[in-house]
């Protein structure tokens, strides 16, 4: 607390009396130069704005047509008319992909980044083709009647035509399951990057001459400042009791990464309990969203810790379990040394990430042990997910990278199966232990058992 004024001193009054003289003519000095400095401002803010925008755009599309590859598979391999229905929603009334594309050719103009989504727009007309035939070979494998108009223009070759139902079922599925279905996808996804990565370098030469015009206008405002410290320094001595050595003390503690002594003024009190309560928030929210903290800094992967987050807070209901043991790995370290058997690693989780979804989580919790949590995933995607499994193992026995083949054994069972995801755990790793008993590269399926049903089915 401040105390009463001594013989020859000067009041506080007199001092804030001086502090807005002084303020008054500072802003009008330092007005224009604000004003400038601000327009400047508000240009890089809508730059980083459309930025955020265009990689959400780009994140939408993606997951998009994921979606539509989610719809087409399931289609094909089980004949079910819902999965067509919902193909074509998405495609022509929800609009997800089009409305992204849209905004991204917005912002791209003529410049190589518009180039760059043309072609990845030209690959997405073809995927959509070879998405047309498959859906097409289904429709006359089941004997369909009713289904979109836009499906009477497909015309199928002479050979599938000559097709059995069962062949052109299998033709269907190799068209949207194969090798050049997934190389297409993987084309529109390096030119969507690279029409991303074209705009931020755009954005990035903007910023440039942006900031040249921002460094002219600071150094008025520095200048203004100047004078403004000139005015107030024989005034700082009468205010160091009111603030100054707290705030100094408080510098040393944020220094030091610790919370604030609540001491000094009132006001002062206040700020340092703020910044204390804004502390311990940042704290916790470090803790659960560093990124060291919670992956794998070899592969990327979700890491222990990680993967006890997400697994806390799964919904049973709607979530499948993958628990992923790699076959031999052992041996590929004792014959090949770890350096190879980390690059067997990363090699495995990046497979993972292309043939599982976006949104689905891969988590490393042991050694040469993985979990993939597939969220949002109905009950119903055994065949699917035995088709993603099969090309995974089919891309791990390929030795073209100049890495050992390996494999991998696998248990799968949807949360809808277990009491609560203790039970589902331990269903789990006992479906992937009978997989590796029963001649490893494989998988096994568990479910809930029905009255008199069998508890579970090998591949």
């Known amino acids: 607390m401040l105390k009463k004024n001594e013989k020859g001193g000067i009041s506080l009054r007199t001092i804030h009396l001086w502090m807005i003289v002084g303020a008054i003519i500072l802003s009008v000095l330092m007005f224009l130069a604000t004003h400038h400095l601000f327009s400047s401002f508000e240009r890089l803010t809508r730059t980083s704005e459309t930025q955020i925008e265009l990689r959400k755009a780009a994140r939408e599309l993606m997951d998009a047509s994921d979606y539509l590859t989610e719809n087409v598979q399931r289609f094909t391999l089980k004949g079910d008319r819902q999965f067509l229905d919902a193909y074509f929603k998405e495609a022509f009334e929800t609009n997800h992909r089009e409305d992204a594309i849209s905004k991204m050719s917005s912002e791209a103009g003529n410049s190589s980044a518009s180039k760059s989504l043309q072609t990845a727009m030209v690959h997405s007309l073809r995927l959509m083709e070879l998405e047309y035939y498959a859906m097409r070979l289904v429709i006359e494998a089941k004997g369909f009647t009713d289904y979109p108009e836009v499906l009477d223009t497909v015309i199928l070759s002479e050979e599938d035509l000559a097709l059995d139902n ?203 042990e993985f979990v993939v949590f597939m969220v949002h995933a109905e009950k119903n995607q055994r065949d699917l997910i035995a088709e993603k499994i099969d090309r995974i193992n089919g891309e791990l026995k390929k030795t073209d990278d100049g890495l050992p083949k390996t494999s991998i054994s696998v248990g799968i069972v949807h949360g809808s199966d277990a009491t609560d995801t203790r039970n589902l755990f331990a269903k789990t790793d006992e479906a992937m232990y009978l997989a590796k008993q029963s001649g490893k590269s494989t998988y096994r399926f568990v479910e809930k058992p029905a009255k008199q049903a069998v508890k579970d089915d090998r591949k």
């Open 166 to 368: 069962d062949g052109k079922l299998r033709k269907a599925t190799e068209t949207v399951l194969g090798d050049n279905y997934y190389m297409i996808k993987n084309i529109i996804r390096a030119n969507m990057q690279k029409s991303l990565d074209e705009l931020e370098e755009m954005a990035y030469s903007f910023d440039d001459s942006a900031m040249k015009e921002l460094r002219d206008e600071l150094t008025m405002i520095r200048t203004a400042i100047l004078l403004q410290t000139l005015g107030i320094v024989f005034m700082v001595w009468l205010t160091s009791k009111l603030g100054i050595h707290p705030v100094l003390n408080a510098v040393d503690r944020i220094k030091e990464d610790s919370p604030i002594p609540e001491v000094g003024a009132n006001e002062f009190r206040y700020l340092a309990r703020t910044y204390n309560r804004m502390y311990e928030v940042y704290k916790r929210s470090l803790e659960h969203l560093n990124f060291k903290a919670s992956h794998d800094e070899l592969t990327g992967a979700y890491n222990r810790s990680g993967y006890d987050l997400l697994f806390s807070s799964i919904e049973l209901e709607s979530t499948y379990m993958v628990m992923i043991d790699v076959d031999n790995f052992k041996s590929i370290n004792d014959t090949y040394g770890h350096e190879t058997g980390d690059k067997v690693l990363i090699k495995i989780v990046q497979t993972l990430r292309n043939n599982f979804r976006s949104d689905d989580y891969i988590c490393r919790i042991g050694g040469d």
